[in-house]
């Protein structure tokens, strides 16, 4: 599919129009793989909300302990969808997963100050059309009562006030600048063409129910990585979706098969998923649930929000379980391995990701698990790294 013209309000720092693609250029100096991978290999990161993020990140930092020159910024094909499109721009532009690790178990370190205004500023574009829908639509149920009195008329009239609810509550244009600025300080390439990685963000197009890949190689190659990773973020119901070149986008998701196909397609024979959207398991008889009127034992404690995510994470687990079996029986060649946290560990994503103790018993989590997994010699994805020519730490000397 050929890239489509794009034309859209560019945060502060942005170019005026975007680059066209281009053939990526050699590593710059400040990227130095410590080791060459025979086999091509991808990493696909499924996002899961800030939580989900963090998850991912404690994986990664468990990898990199366990081999000896293992770097998460060796892969050489990432894939990021939702928040994990944050966590792959950070590897694909080389920084490393114990870097992250580090900076977001400390919360006096700057490396990544995001803040609650990042992620919740009203969108007013929407509040704007929700008045002016809500006002035509009662007067036209006045008028209707008026003419008719109250009748099947009037409830014709009162549905239309849910076409009038807001596309999101919050906009994701805080968060994109706060990107693109993170993006300039830290050094990494603004736009896809100048990663040292291959670099592809998934994200949904709202009109006609397709998934888009931003990148080289993908869909949309031109589009900044700032405004594509706020695409990728924009979670239904929280985030009003996001308008590029005419088009309104909405967040990845994991996708059939957690976007392993994309990979693939750029010609990676071994492929690790890492999806941290697992359906909630809580015990109705512990209180475990971790709300604002303290502990509670449902998950429907949590409010609607959280009814809504349970529903979610169980559709995309199976989905995800069904298309990741699918595609192993049609890809024999490829190697594809899954991570996901236990269920009954995941009532650590319902705190929240501003609160410093959940947010390093998550990361915590997905450390701990990924080594305790890497000890044992038989693990399917031991073995895959220690064929792509990595030594375990537990083996050496």
Not at 80 to 99: F, N
Not at 263 to 288: F, K, Q
Not at 315 to 327: D, H
Request: proline share 7%; hydrophobic share 40%.
């Amino acid at each position: 599919m050929s890239a489509r013209s794009v034309a859209a309000r560019a945060p502060r720092g942005h170019p005026e129009g975007f680059p066209a693609p281009r053939d990526p250029p050699r590593a710059p100096s400040w990227y130095n793989p410590r080791v060459t991978i025979p086999k091509r290999t991808g990493l696909c990161l499924a996002g899961g909300g800030i939580t989900g993020a963090m998850y991912e990140v404690g994986v990664l930092a468990a990898l990199e302990d366990a081999f000896e020159d293992f770097r998460a910024n060796d892969f050489d094909v990432f894939v990021g969808a939702s928040t994990g499109a944050c966590v792959a721009t950070g590897l694909a532009g080389g920084l490393s997963a114990q870097r992250m690790y580090r900076a977001l178990l400390d919360p006096a370190d700057d490396f990544f100050p995001l803040r609650r205004q990042h992620l919740m500023r009203l969108d007013a574009g929407e509040l704007q059309r929700v008045l002016s829908s809500s006002l035509g639509a009662f007067r036209r149920m006045v008028g209707t009562v008026a003419n008719r009195g109250v009748g099947k008329g009037f409830f014709v009239e009162v549905d239309r006030f849910w076409d009038s609810l807001p596309a999101g509550l919050f906009t994701t244009d805080p968060f994109e600048q706060f990107f693109y600025d993170f993006l300039t300080r830290r050094g990494l390439p603004k736009s896809f063409g100048e990663m040292p990685r291959k670099l592809l963000l998934i994200a949904n197009d709202l009109d006609i129910g397709e998934r888009v890949v931003f990148g080289v190689g993908g869909d949309q190659a031109h589009v900044p990585i700032a405004k594509a990773v706020a695409a990728s973020i924009a979670t239904p119901l929280l985030y009003a979706p996001v308008r590029i070149g005419g088009r309104d986008y909405i967040a990845g998701g994991p996708g059939e098969a957690g976007h392993v196909d994309v990979a693939v397609e750029h010609g990676c024979e071994m492929v690790l998923a890492i999806n941290a959207m697992v359906p909630v398991r809580v015990d109705p008889l512990s209180r475990e649930v971790p709300t604002g009127h303290g502990p509670m034992k449902r998950v429907r404690d949590k409010g609607m929000l959280w009814v809504y995510s349970q529903s979610w994470r169980l559709v995309t687990e199976a989905r995800l379980q069904s298309g990741i079996a699918k595609y192993r029986a049609e890809h024999p060649n490829v190697d594809v391995h899954l991570l996901e946290p236990e269920r009954g560990d995941a009532t650590m994503f319902m705190h929240s990701p501003m609160n410093f103790d959940a947010r390093r018993s998550i990361l915590e989590d997905g450390y701990k698990a990924t080594t305790q997994l890497l000890r044992d010699p038989e693990a399917p994805l031991r073995k895959a790294v220690e064929e792509l020519g990595f030594r375990p730490k537990d083996e050496a000397g």
